[in-house]
């Protein structure tokens, strides 16, 4: 069974940053797809970033140039880079992998003063 296993949330001013990684086991991960998402509460949940197996890279406009998605196959983790958080950037964080349909169980990100 995919293991998603997602680490590194917490309370973080406006303007701050955090990195969050996404550890995965039971996977091909150099060729799996991993997607970010996100969700506030009473809000749907959404795609914030995702990379491919070769690499290739999506976001969602509303982070585009603040965050950056990026994997190391050699750990089987995929990371999220948050920079410039802002209050709307408050969320549960999920890593999701696409092949077996697999969500971790989430960390909290709070951005506030």
């Known amino acids: 069974q995919v293991q998603l296993v997602e680490s590194g949330g917490g309370l973080v001013q406006p303007g701050g940053s955090l990195r969050l990684s996404c550890a995965a086991s039971?996977?091909?991960?150099?060729?799996?797809?991993i997607t970010w998402y996100r969700q506030a509460p009473g809000n749907e949940r959404e795609l914030v970033a995702s990379?491919?197996?070769?690499?290739?890279?999506e976001y969602a406009d509303s982070v585009k140039g603040r965050f950056t998605i990026s994997r190391d196959n050699a750990k089987n983790t995929v990371y999220l880079q948050m920079n410039s958080l802002k209050s709307e950037d408050t969320a549960v964080y999920y890593c999701?992998?696409?092949?077996?349909?697999?969500w971790g169980q989430g960390t909290q990100v709070t951005v506030s003063s």
């Open positions: 990379i491919a197996g070769g690499g290739t890279t």
């Open positions: 039971r996977i091909i991960f150099s060729i799996a797809r």
């Open positions: 999701h992998h696409m092949g077996s349909a697999s």
